[in-house]
Each structure stands twice: as structure tokens, then as C-alpha cells.
């Protein structure tokens, strides 16, 4: 299913980065199941599910009953030395989503990134996908008072871009991230890299990768066009 109609065309775009661009969210996973254990806590992945397209922050907050006695900062601690674990598993990039970007590029489309990582995570990350230069900013999670599902960091993109919510189209992969396009007013197309359709039955479109997505039109692209030349597009 396509875009509603009767809608204004988009004209610029606001990216997650964790799931939406890269595949991270499995060694995130991995290490917030560590840090969980490590405080006698066996996590189901419904619980693990929540910690997902959010500030570690924010659900910190949320959970604070897993963290009697800690603040943020020795949970983080914990986080970070988990993360160093080279048995982890690794970070993936999206090949489709980089074509896409891509896309959009050559289009003269302007876009930014919301993240709820921190600002290091996040510049690296673009860097190393080959299109840091492609963006025109980043909203990270120390530049928003209240995370995802609020859509503050989302608001604070379409400002950035200099564009009405309205001619905004948010890119998610998660339920926190959906409800936070919604909320900003924006259009929202759901990539099911970590959560199955049904998970993201808020977004107005859902599809597997973002070369599946037309643009503008924001409906299904014929599943037999290769990304490589969607890539090439202007």
C-alpha cells in the first residue's frame, strides 16, 4: 500500500541510522542482554525489543528498577565495556539503503539523520558507508532533551532542512521510530531489517529495503528494477 493521497509531494527526507542504514541492532542487542544478565536479569526479546530505536537514556529511566542504585553513567560503563567484545556480532551496511541514498542525492533531494546514537557512533558510521557528504546534518541523542518516540529529534530534522513536516518523509526501522515520525507530522516508510510488517503497521509503507521505495510517488517500485541502476538515477 502506497502514501495516503491528497497529500503534499515530499520533498526531503529524514533518516534513522541503527537498522535503517546499518544493521546494528543485533550487536546492540547482544550487548544490552550482557549488561542485563550481569545484573541478574534474564531478558526475553520482548524486553530487549524495547530498547531498540530508542536513547539507551530514556529506556534507562524506563527500566530503572533493573538499575536500583546506578546512574546512567555506570550503566553506559557497563555498555561500553560489553561493547568491546570482538566476538559480538558485527555491524552489517545495507547495500539497498546506500543505493537509495544515493538516489536521492543525484535527485537534488536534501536529507538529514536522526539518530538515537551519540554523534561519534553516528559520523563514523556515514563515513565508512561513503556518504557522510551527502548530509546535511545529523540530530543525534545529546541534541534533543527527550528521545524517540517523541518526535522532537524529528521536528529538529525538518527545521535543519528548512521544510514543513508535511513535505517530510521519515525512513524507520522501528516502532519507537514510526510513532516519532507520526508524531512530527511527517509521512513514514518502514524497513523491516529488525521488526516484522505488523510491528510497523503505523508507518504508511513498509518494505524490506529502501530500493523497494518510488520516489516521490512513496509506493512499491517494480521488484524488478536493480538497485545499481536506481543508484545511477537523477
Sequence with gaps: MGVRTG?????????????????SEPRSVAVWARV????????????????MGRRGKD???????????????????DVWRYGQDPDLPPVQHLPESVAFLHHLHARGVPFALVTSAGRRWAESALE????????????????VTVGKPHPEGY??????????????????DTPAGVAAGRSAGMRVVGVTT??????????????????????????????????SALAGQG
Design 7 to 23: 497529500r503534499p509531494e515530499p520533498r526531503a527526507a529524514l533518516f534513522d541510522l541503527d537498522g535503517t542504514l546499518v544493521n
Design 36 to 51: 542485563l544478565r550481569a545484573r541478574g536479569v534474564e531478558p526475553d526479546e520482548a524486553l530487549l525489543r524495547r530498547f
Design 59 to 77: 529506556v534507562i529511566a524506563e527500566f530503572s528498577h533493573l538499575f536500583p542504585g546506578e546512574t546512567p553513567q555506570d550503566v553506559f560503563a
Design 128 to 143: 565508512q558507508m561513503g556518504v557522510r557528504g551527502m548530509f546535511r546534518g545529523l540530530i543525534t541523542a545529546d541534541d
Design 155 to 172: 521536528l529538529g530534522g525538518a527545521e535543519l532542512l528548512g521544510h514543513r513536516p508535511e513535505h517530510v518523509v521519515v525512513f524507520e
Design 194 to 227: 529488525t521488526h516484522p510488517p505488523q510491528a510497523l503497521s503505523q508507518a504508511d509503507l513498509v518494505v524490506d529495503h529502501l530500493t523497494q521505495v518510488a520516489w516521490p510517488q512513496l509506493v512499491l517500485r517494480d521488484s524488478g528494477q536493480d538497485r
